[in-house]
């Protein structure tokens, strides 16, 4: 019977589902028939087919070909099943043996000479077949994604006529090496450090507690202040990624089309947006789902410069996948869900004209309306805000005295996340209500404090349990094994949007 099975991957957000295409040869007109919900870009396929096989070597069937890609409810996009479809007609047309096919997964687009292509997004379909411990054939250029993934079984094939010949016996293909050199490096050190920022004392301490407890940011200052490179610095203070979080991250940036390098595997992704960002490109989307800024900021941080910029329905759509740490996108065809756990730093000016000192040409209502681009809501999910002001006459001239340097503040910060995780198995930012009841450590007269205070300031629930967990962060890098209410009221210091939205409402 002229049928032949070929098992693939289709790729459907961070997943892999198995495809099969099944290929078969009858009499009749000469025809190249393609279902089981193929886009354009696979229809496609059945010219590119037909040439490679002729182009190199092979006898294509002048019969009635049907190939048909199941399941057929599953769209289907991309040249990746170029590859399976030419395997699945040698084998139908009995040009390659038809048993030489269990187990193997095929996935590759093919040039009109018969070369077998890079195709992108490649990383889910990896880490699929080693879960079910299938040999995978890849293209050649999709070696680093391999790498990646140090999967023993994938194979590499560069040409059909190389393939051909493995599939009959004849010869090997290449494979990944025993042991990737790569896993034994360390992430390549930055060469920005917080020791090159002068002065803003509480900003390098509030970054230190972001950074250890994972903690969302938002920096207030006039322009120039120093909250980009402060920021940016943020990087250096986190601990690398482990091996299947560093998949995690690799897999969304694979389907978003971006390759990682080997030596910054373990490396936290650093996204920063321009502030004309859409909602699509940031919180992903579009006809054919892709993952959008937060979900490539994944165990990473999130930096949006001028947030007062962003239209504010643009960040109103953040609030969701902060708090559930993913997103998920519904579409006709396919309902998808992409992690989005990041940490959100933001920087902002207090005023339209940029400041707010005597010389600001702005009325309170005028910066009120300002800081009003901003909802209650979002503003909430900020751990900290702060204030970064002007330097003090002299500080730049002066010699700058000798400050820590990011490694030394980034071993504190490792110290105080092992703490948490050891404790709760989760960081402080992360901790549910009923976790941080038990793991607090506050005793019930800092608590009524702590209540006294909040409604005082006027501030929301979520932002009562935030303070816990900020004063928490504190009291774990200072290695204390309870929160004292000095931690809390310095975890209420940490509120300078609270403050000047307060000061604006005395003026108005």
């Known amino acids: 019977m002229a049928i032949a099975c070929v098992t693939t991957r289709a790729s459907c957000g961070v997943e892999a589902p198995e495809v099969t295409v099944e290929v078969h040869l009858s009499n009749g007109l000469p025809a190249f028939n393609l279902v089981g919900l193929p886009e354009a870009s696979v229809k496609e396929a059945r010219e590119r087919v037909r040439s490679a096989l002729i182009n190199a070597g ?27 479809i030419a395997v699945g007609i040698l084998a139908a047309s009995e040009q390659i043996p038809l048993n030489s096919l269990k187990n193997l997964e095929f996935v590759g687009e093919l040039a009109l000479s018969g ?38 079984k994938v194979l590499f094939g560069s040409h059909l006529q190389s393939l051909a010949a ?6 090997q293909l290449p494979t990944l090496a025993p042991q990737l050199e790569w896993i034994n490096q360390e992430t390549p050190e930055s060469n920005t450090c917080l020791s090159d920022v002068i002065g803003q004392y509480q900003a390098k301490q509030a970054l230190e507690i972001a950074a250890a407890g994972n903690h969302n940011l938002l ?25 299947e979080e560093a998949l995690e991250v690799a897999a969304l940036h694979s389907v978003a089309g971006l390759d990682i390098k080997p030596q910054y595997f373990l490396q936290r992704p650093f996204r920063a947006p321009h502030h004309t960002s859409s909602a ?28 007062a910029e962003f239209p504010r329905k643009v960040l109103d759509c953040l609030r969701e996948p902060m708090e559930t740490g993913e997103v998920v996108i519904s579409r006709a065809a396919a309902k998808l869900t992409f992690l989005s756990r990041f940490q959100l730093i933001a920087a902002m000016n207090p005023s339209p004209s940029g400041d707010l000192d005597s ?17 209650g809501p979002f503003l909430d999910r900020f751990d900290l805000t702060i204030e970064v002001p002007k330097l003090p006459a002299g500080t730049l001239t002066q010699a700058a005295p000798q400050t820590e340097t990011s490694q030394d503040i980034a071993k504190r910060v490792k110290l105080a996340r092992e703490r948490q995780l050891a404790r ?20 019930d007269a800092d608590l009524i404090f ?12 979520r932002s009562f349990h935030r303070i816990q967990k900020v004063a928490r962060t504190i009291a774990d890098l200072e290695q204390v094994p309870n929160t004292e209410r000095r931690h809390l009221a310095q975890a209420l210091g940490y509120r300078a949007m609270d403050r000047l939205l307060a000061r604006l409402s005395q003026q108005y």
Do not use: W
């Open 115 to 152: 070369h077998i292509r890079y195709c992108q997004g490649l990383l889910p379909a990896i880490i699929a077949a080693k879960r079910q411990e299938h040999t995978l054939i890849l293209p050649l250029d999709n070696r680093h994604d391999a790498e990646l993934v140090g999967y023993p």
């Open 280 to 307: 699509i490109s940031l919180v992903g989307g579009g006809s054919i789902p892709k993952p959008g800024e937060i979900s490539l900021a994944h165990r990473g941080v999130l930096f949006l410069d001028e947030v």
């Open 424 to 443: 709760a198995g989760v960081l402080n930012s992360e901790l549910t209500g009923k976790q941080l009841k038990i793991f607090s450590g506050i005793s």
């Open 166 to 171: 493995y599939l009959q016996g004849q010869t």
């Open 359 to 375: 010389q600001h040409r702005s009325s309170p209502e005028q910066i009120q309306r300002y800081l009003s681009r901003l909802s």
């Open 58 to 84: 092979f006898e294509f069937p002048m019969r009635r070909i049907t190939v048909n890609l199941a399941p057929a409810d599953l769209p289907k996009q991309g040249g990746r099943y170029d590859l399976p």
């Open 219 to 243: 920096m207030l200052g006039p322009p120039g202040t120093g909250k980009t490179m402060l920021a940016s610095r943020m990087m250096a203070l986190l601990p690398a990624l482990n091996y």
């Open 450 to 461: 702590l209540e006294q205070s909040v409604v005082k300031l006027g501030l929301s629930v």
